[in-house]
């Protein structure tokens, strides 16, 4: 019978933060794909796991891919974790778990700490709606370029960023996106863990007087589109549209004029007020 490949997450800083699931999963399996056995066996000692290892990174990832697969057909349970986090996730990965199941072999996911998740739960910032974007390209052009594709992204943005880049990448941020609030995350759940939060221009004022070490998360806040003015607006064309969404979303008219003000940006309240005027005015 083929193994099974568990996806393991594993700490991001504090060492205690794994899970009861996870550590029994690290205890049982007969390998332990890392992308750093090194940093892996810092952890693996803390917890008194003793399993052979074998280094698995973005730079062995074709050839040893071969190899665990080899072991997954002969029926070895393997475990794939990366340095700190869930794997797969701006991280080595994808293509082992890519390869098991086009191979039909099974894979589990032991879920558990990730950077930009943590990162964002303490933000303050939306968090119904975000887009993660992983690390920020290193070239200029190619950032830049990236940033002006989301001037309208209206969902909460997420980058990782290396500690040498930070402060050119802050500098984009505000010329591209503009006067926008930032949180901005680093050494989380460590003795250094540093949470900032204020404007672009606060956050490249702070960091260049307190250089940092290890990367951090980018969490920027999402643009807001203009309000629309009521007067503006055709009360049938509005009324068409609730009654559309109504029935599309299966719904009801609150919860559609909730979310047509949101859309427009523009008040719940006085958008009732202005469908409920429009239904009068056809009554007379």
């Known amino acids: 019978m083929p193994g099974i490949l568990y996806v393991v997450a594993t700490p991001i800083g504090n060492l205690e933060d794994i899970t009861l699931?996870?550590?029994?999963?690290?205890?049982?399996?007969?390998?332990?794909?890392?992308?750093?056995?090194?940093?892996?066996?810092?952890?693996?000692?803390?917890?008194?796991?003793?399993?052979?290892?074998?280094?698995?990174?973005?730079?062995?990832?074709?050839?040893?891919?071969?190899?665990?697969?080899?072991?997954?057909?002969?029926?070895?349970?393997?475990?794939?974790?990366?340095?700190?986090?869930?794997?797969?996730?701006?991280?080595?990965?994808?293509?082992?778990?890519?390869?098991?199941?086009?191979?039909?072999?099974?894979?589990?996911?032991?879920?558990?700490?990730?950077?930009?998740?943590?990162?964002?739960?303490?933000s303050g910032r939306p968090s119904d709606a975000f887009i993660f974007l992983g690390f920020l390209p290193a070239k200029k052009n190619s950032r830049r370029g990236l940033l002006q594709a989301l001037q309208k992204e209206p969902r909460t943005l997420i980058f990782y960023e290396a500690p040498g880049r930070l402060l050119q990448s802050l500098t984009d941020l505000e010329e591209i996106l503009g006067p926008r609030h930032i949180t901005v995350s680093r050494e989380m759940t460590k003795i250094h863990e540093e949470f900032f939060f204020g404007t672009l221009n606060e956050a490249r004022d702070h960091f260049s007087h307190n250089p940092v070490k290890g990367e951090v998360v980018l969490i920027v806040e999402k643009t807001y589109p203009e309000s629309v003015s009521l007067d503006s607006l055709d009360s049938r064309d509005l009324q068409l549209k609730l009654d559309e969404m109504v029935t599309r979303e299966n719904i009801s008219k609150n919860e559609a004029v909730r979310l047509l003000s949101r859309q427009l940006n523009t008040s719940r309240r006085g958008l009732y007020q202005l469908l409920v005027s429009q239904k009068q005015e056809r009554k007379n």
Request: glycine share 4%; hydrophobic share 40%; net charge positive.
């Open 21 to 122: 699931r996870a550590l029994k999963i690290l205890k049982e399996v007969d390998l332990i794909a890392c992308e750093d056995t090194r940093q892996t066996a810092k952890l693996l000692s803390h917890h008194q796991i003793r399993k052979p290892t074998t280094s698995y990174h973005e730079h062995n990832e074709t050839a040893k891919a071969d190899f665990l697969l080899r072991q997954l057909e002969a029926g070895k349970n393997l475990a794939l974790v990366t340095d700190s986090g869930t794997p797969c996730i701006s991280d080595p990965g994808y293509r082992i778990v890519r390869a098991a199941l086009e191979h039909g072999l099974k894979t589990v996911p032991i879920p558990g700490p990730c950077a930009f998740i943590a990162a964002l739960s303490v």
